[in-house]
DNA sequence: CTGTGCATGGGAACCATTCTCACTTGCAGG
DNA sequence: CCTGCAAGTGAGAATGGTTCCCATGCACAG
């Protein structure tokens, strides 16, 4: 049974200001910069089930880092993500379920689930002279 | 200038010895069975380093954790794993190529990287009705 | 109003991975 | 063969994201 508390209401409320992903710790940061008052802990607790609830999409960079983001589609999908600030494409993949269903079929696999992200650096981020981090 | 050493060619031996996906720790506990020793921050440096070469395929289970392959293929490709036993079979993945391209070039994104894993039930162990032997 | 049990938060614990640094060793050059 | 030295090693410490612990707080049904 879920209660509504005063910490709920602020990670909705910032988790509706920002269309990019982000982490549980930048997450932290707004709230706290937003005036409001809310646990690391607390911050991760309701991620989770927002998650779990499907309220939220969650995906990792490449550092294995937990990037959690309130999508507009609620049904399965994609996303191209800028490394460098977090800005989000939401992505029609027709083109990748069809070559999922298809490969697991023809190798005789069953309950084939797949994930299929993008990241790159947006047009933004390159022009504000963003430094190559990679390589090197 | 790479040298050859003993713990480099155990764990060459090691990753010959399997073609499931392994993480780190996994592969330092069969150098030990095995009867060699070496250190696992040494495994890291060493996956890290094939890694880079492109000598072994590298992917991250729901957990985080990354695991280790020495795949047939030297180019880039994909993987449809079993997530009972661990069988895998490399993809070759045009259209995927593609879609990844496409896209993050019609949103003005460049350095674009993509992740794509299939994980499904193949038919061995769909027959066998198996009980999952990995993880943990 | 009140009780009760879900929620909170600060800090400790966890844990995969990386770093440190003194020590070892492969190997090119003599 | 030697030898010097840069590359390699490993035990343990450090890192850093995430989860756990538990005493305290508080939402809300009755
Ligand atoms: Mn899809
Ligand atoms: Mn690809
Ligand atoms: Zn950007
Ligand atoms: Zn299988």
Redesign the interface.
């Known amino acids: 049974m879920q209660r509504m508390t005063r910490q709920r209401a602020a990670v909705s409320e910032v988790l509706a200001d920002t269309e990019d992903f982000r982490s549980a710790q930048q997450l932290h940061d707004m709230l706290r910069e937003a005036g409001h008052s809310v646990g690391l802990a607390t911050v991760y607790r309701t991620m989770q089930t927002l998650a779990e609830n499907g309220d939220v999409d969650v995906l990792?960079n490449a550092e294995?880092e937990s990037l959690f983001r309130r999508c507009r589609k609620q049904v399965h999908h994609h996303h191209?993500v800028?490394r460098i600030c977090g800005r989000t494409?939401e992505?029609d993949?027709g083109?990748?379920e069809h070559?999922?269903a298809d490969?697991?079929q023809s190798?005789?696999?069953?309950?084939?689930?797949?994930?299929?992200?993008?990241?790159?650096?947006?047009?933004e981020c390159?022009a504000a002279g963003a430094v190559?981090t990679?390589d090197a």
Chains 1, 2 share one sequence.
């Open positions: 990792r294995g191209l800028c494409v992505l993949a083109v990748v070559w999922a490969v697991g190798h005789g696999f069953v309950d084939v689930e797949h994930t299929a992200e993008l990241f790159g650096t947006c047009a390159m190559d990679r």
